[in-house]
């Protein structure tokens, strides 16, 4: 089990990795079971929050009743450029919250929101991050070339990179984890 410390670390980590990405493909679970994923448009907010996700929404969407009656999601995020992928998992809530709203605004959402922060539709998807897993390549782009290939031609090589799976404190005490473990051990 990882300390304290190393679960802060492995945190900032991963917004570190999300901290330029522009749109992510959030998960939900529609009204016959099924998993929709669509794009939203992201933006990380002033705070230090290392807790929780923040996207806009239309509060007449097909998502938002989809997250009423299953909030747990996924949120994946990409960025091919630097080898570096991100998923991350936890429940969403739709709120409205007009101060939450000014301080994570930018221009571009007017093509969503034409009367902006006045929007009658306008809410907040907040997701609370139950955990998270990471793949990420810091090496450089020549380098990866010569090791895809390498590992093409067989010399028993690999693609280097980190991956880890990531759960917040939160999902440590979760009473559903606490069962799973109890029945695991009996």
Not at 28 to 37: I, K, M, P, V
Not at 40 to 56: N, P, R
Request: proline share 4%; charged share 25%; hydrophobic share 35%.
């Amino acid at each position: 089990m990882s300390s304290d410390s190393d679960r802060a670390k492995d945190q900032d980590h991963v917004f570190k990795l999300i901290k330029d990405i522009q749109f992510a493909m959030l998960t939900t679970t529609d009204e016959d079971g099924s998993l929709r994923a669509r794009p939203m448009a992201y933006k990380q907010g002033d705070s230090d929050s290392k807790t929780e996700l923040w996207f806009f929404t239309r509060t007449d969407s097909s998502k938002v009743p989809e997250i009423k009656k299953h909030s747990h999601v996924n949120v994946s995020f990409s960025n091919p450029s630097h080898q570096s992928y991100v998923s991350i998992s936890g429940r969403a809530e739709v709120i409205k919250d007009k101060a939450k709203a000014k301080e994570l605004w930018n221009p571009y959402l007017k093509a969503w929101f034409p009367q902006e922060l006045d929007d009658p539709h306008l809410g907040l998807l907040k997701v609370t991050i139950e955990g998270a897993e990471y793949w990420d390549s810091a090496s450089s782009i020549m380098v990866r070339a010569v090791g895809y290939v390498k590992a093409a031609f067989g010399d028993g090589s690999t693609l280097e990179g980190e991956n880890k799976k990531i759960l917040t404190s939160f999902t440590l005490f979760s009473p559903r984890l606490c069962t799973c473990i109890s029945y695991t051990l009996k």
